[in-house]
């Protein structure tokens, strides 16, 4: 995911915040072939507070199987928003985060059925259902409508598998959950390969 963050941040002059574990990484990939400068590294820890021109920025662990993966808080004028997707299971520090939003984006992988019975090689459909994997349809329901405050307003799922999900589908299935939850907030589904444009979060 990070192949062109040095051509990008070098050409606009844009601070790369990422974990020492994640820089180091973007270092040592060959895919990545231009780094980026080091005036533009900025190295961030989980848990700690950072404050980024009038926002607040949290970043927390998020347990995949990839180098160091985070989820992200950010807080300004008394919002709230938190981004969370590579989800293997749901932690604490998860859940946590999602009682805290006033806004959410949070991954919605796969059908669990679907992926079971779909294209993928066993050893493939034990990755992504694993617990450094991918979070299902169902489990990212039911997360959000147990963990949700009164105050969460939009929930935006993401990272749907091409494969092993539908937009009809997900939508359907969390939108039940959270009617079963007596949750009650705007739900919309992210394309993955289309801008999404430009939310008012008020």
């Known amino acids: 995911h990070v192949k062109s963050v040095g051509a990008l941040s070098n050409e606009s002059g844009i601070p790369v915040y990422a974990t020492e574990a994640v820089h180091k990484g973007i270092q040592k990939n060959y895919c990545v072939r231009k780094k980026i400068e080091p005036s533009c590294v900025r190295v961030i820890e989980k848990g700690v507070e950072y404050k980024i021109d009038e926002f607040k920025v949290t970043p927390f662990d998020v347990p995949h199987d990839s180098n160091d993966n985070v989820g992200y808080r950010i807080e300004t004028q008394g919002i709230v928003f938190c981004l969370m997707t590579d989800i293997g299971h749901v932690t604490d520090d998860i859940k946590a985060n999602i ?104």
């Open 99 to 202: 009682a805290l939003a006033d806004y959410l984006v949070i991954e919605a992988n796969h059908d669990e059925a679907m992926l079971m019975s779909g294209p993928y090689p066993q050893y493939l459909k034990e990755r992504v259902s694993g617990p450094y994997g991918h979070l299902s349809n169902r489990l990212c329901g039911e997360t959000v409508a147990e963990n949700a405050s009164g105050h969460l307003k939009h929930v935006w799922l993401c990272h749907l598998s091409e494969e092993n999900n539908h937009p009809e589908l997900v939508r359907k299935t969390i939108e039940t959950l959270f009617h079963e939850k007596g949750l009650s907030v705007d739900v919309d589904i992210l394309k993955r390969k289309t801008p999404t444009g430009f939310f008012d979060l008020v």
